[in-house]
T-cell receptor, first 114, second 114 residues
Framework: AQSVTQPDIHITVSEGASLELRCNYS??????LFWYVQSPGQGLQLLLK??????LVQGIKGFEAEFKRSQSSFNLRKPSVHWSDAAEYFC????????????FGGGTRVLVKP | EAGVTQFPSHSVIEKGQTVTLRCDPI?????LYWYRRVMGKEIKFLLH????????ESGMPNNRFLAERTGGTYSTLKVQPAELEDSGVYFC????????????FGPGTRLTVT
């Protein structure tokens, strides 16, 4: 069975500082990996995805993530956060063998200090 | 292109009542998914439609939940009778017809059972 762990429930970061959100997954084969963001009052928006190929993927809003097979990780990074990045971030894993349904981590809530 | 829409955005009902949630996927998306996030927990898969057929309903919690997708277009999720533990945010997502594509999420319906 697939599982996803986001170890950090809350992270507080100063505006302009760098941000890294951790995600570890468990799956027997190469999964499809996603990061979604939910801003206050909004739905889930896809930030980026990894299916295959280059293990460093670029997403929207200046985010990037790196797939590390040896560590079963897919951490999300942003070099310089903006106040508008305050939101809840979800890592998710999917696989064709699992019928394409997504398994989500518990989410990390990011607070941005001025 | 219009996104995934859900109605209502909020619903407050009493225990024992019935509630029906609606999801309109992106036009042309054959795959439709329902997910749920109860308070403090991760987002969990409920079921998956391919057109009007239920492909996977392994995540449906019990027989008080009934999902339909008439004509392969919009979908409804009915909870009857509602219990306190059904409170949470219900998300709908859709994706294209073949292979594995990213799922586009709606804004969710917040259901509160009192």
């Amino acid at each position: 069975a697939q599982s996803v762990t986001q170890p950090d429930i809350h992270i507080t970061v100063s505006e302009g500082a760098s941000l890294e959100l951790r995600c570890n997954y468990s799956y027997g084969a190469t999964p499809y990996l996603f990061w979604y963001v939910q801003s206050p009052g909004q739905g889930l928006q896809l930030l980026l995805k990894y299916f295959s190929g280059d293990t460093l993927v670029q997403g929207i809003k200046g985010f990037e993530a790196e797939f590390k097979r040896s560590q079963s990780s897919f951490n999300l990074r942003k070099p310089s956060v903006h106040w508008s990045d305050a939101a809840e971030y979800f890592c998710a894993v999917g696989a064709k063998a699992a019928g394409n349904k997504l398994t989500f981590g518990g989410g990390t809530r990011v607070l941005v200090k001025p | 292109e219009a996104g995934v829409t859900q109605f209502p955005s909020h619903s407050v009902i009493e225990k024992g009542q019935t509630v029906t949630l609606r999801c309109d996927p992106i036009s042309g998306h054959d795959n439709l998914y329902w997910y749920r996030r109860v308070m403090g927990k991760e987002i969990k898969f409920l079921l998956h439609f391919v057109k009007e057929s239920k492909q996977d309903e392994s995540g449906m919690p019990n027989n008080r939940f009934l999902a339909e997708r008439t004509g392969g277009t919009y979908s409804t999720l009915k909870v009857q009778p509602a219990e306190l533990e059904d409170s949470g945010v219900y998300f709908c997502a859709s994706s294209r017809d073949r292979g594995f594509y990213e799922q586009y999420f709606g804004p969710g319906t917040r259901l509160t059972v009192t």
